[in-house]
C-alpha cells in the first residue's frame, strides 16, 4: 500500500538554470576495500554492472518531453500516463526505501546496492559506527552499522550488517545523474515520515525541481519530520537525490544531489566524517580553559544548549556521551562530533558530586 501526497503539481513552469556538476559513472559508487561485488553486482568499483533488480522503467515516448524538459502536461493523457508512470516508479522504489533508527532519532535511507549499502543524510547517520536499525518495506527489521559521511552536503553512508538475507541480494535503487537535472523537471518523493508504519506503506509525494545547484536540489515535494534520507527519483526510476533539510515553506524542501555520493563514496565507505553544513555547526554554548588537564566550564553563555540542559559555570565535564573528557580540547572535539539536535549524555563533576546531565546539542547560525 502507498500513501500519495500530491505537492504543488501544477505551479507556473520554472526556469532553466546553469549547472556546473560532474556527471555520475552508472553504479560507480565504489564499496569499501574488502567487498567483492560493486552495488549493483559489479567489479569492485561497480563498473560494468547490470540492473535487473533495480528501479529503473521504460519511460513511454509520449512523457520523453515532460521528462527530460519538465514543464505543464498539455493533455488530459499526458496527465493519465504521468500518474501511471509514478504508480510504477513508486512500487518498485518503495522496496529499497527504507526507515532507519539510531537510538531515539528516526530517518530514512535508500538501498543502493545489492549487498545492502544504505545512502543517507548525515544528520541520520550521525557518525560512524554507529548501530541502526533498518525496517523494510515489509516490515522486516535488519541490523546496519554507520559508516562515513560528508557533512558539507549532507551525505551519509550505511551498511546492512552481512548475513541477514539468506543469501539473497537486496532490492536496491537504481542510480541517475544530477548532472543533467533542470529547473522544472518532475520528481517522486519516498520516505516513512514520522517512522515506518505498515498500515500506510511508504509515502509518495509527486512534484517539480524548482531550483538545481551543485550543492543542492530544491523541490516542491513537501517533506516532514522524519523524511530525511529518503529517496527522490525521476519518472524513469533513477535515483537522482537524497532528502536534506525541510524549510520554512512548503516549496522549501532541500535534496543532496546524487552525484555527491559518487564524489565522496571512497571515504565514506572508509568511515571518514567531514565538514559542516553552512549554518549547522554544532554547538554547546560554553566556554573553558584549554590550557588545564580538566574540561573545566569558565562560562556557560545565556539561551544556548549547555544552559538549557542544566550545566553550570564551575563544572568539570568527565564524559561527553560514550566518551571521556581530559581536558577542554577533547570536549571541543566530542561536540564537534555530534549533530545539532542530538540529545547527549554528560556527565559532570560539581563539587563533591558526579551529576548526569541530558543536552540537547544546538547549531550555530
Known sequence: MFAIVPALAFADDATT????????????????????????????????ATDSAGTRVSLPIDLEPIHRRGGVPQSLEILRLMEKQQRRVAERASKCTVSVKIGPAQGCGVIVSDTGFIITAAHVAMRPKLKAIVTLSDGRQVAATTLGMNREVDAGLIRIDPGQNGGEPWPHASLGTSDNLVPGMW????????????????????GRMLEVRPDVIRTDCALIGGDSGGPLFNFAGE????HSRIGNDV???????????DYSWDRMALG?????????????????????????????KPGMAAEAGGMLAGDIV???????????????????DTMPGERVSVLVQRGNATVRLVIEIGRSG
Open 17 to 48: 538554470g546553469d549547472r556546473d556538476v560532474p556527471a555520475i559513472r552508472e553504479n560507480s559508487f565504489v564499496q569499501d576495500p574488502s567487498a567483492v561485488q560493486g552495488p549493483s553486482g559489479g567489479d569492485s568499483n561497480g563498473r560494468g
Open 272 to 300: 571518514e566524517a567531514w565538514g559542516f553544513l553552512p549554518n549547522f555547526k554544532p554547538t554547546l554554548g560554553v566556554s573553558g580553559n584549554r590550557s588545564t588537564k580538566v574540561a573545566e566550564i569558565i562560562a556557560v
Open 251 to 261: 516549496a522549501d524542501n532541500l535534496h543532496v544531489p546524487i552525484d555527491h555520493y
Open 239 to 242: 535515483l537522482i537525490a537524497v
Open 187 to 206: 520528481c517522486i518523493a519516498m520516505g516513512h515520515p514520522g517512522g515506518y508504519d505498515p498500515s500506510r506503506g511508504a509515502v509518495i509525494r509527486v
Open 318 to 336: 568527565i564524559k561527553f556521551g560514550t566518551k571521556p573528557i581530559t581536558d577542554f580540547q577533547s570536549l571541543v572535539d566530542a561536540v564537534a
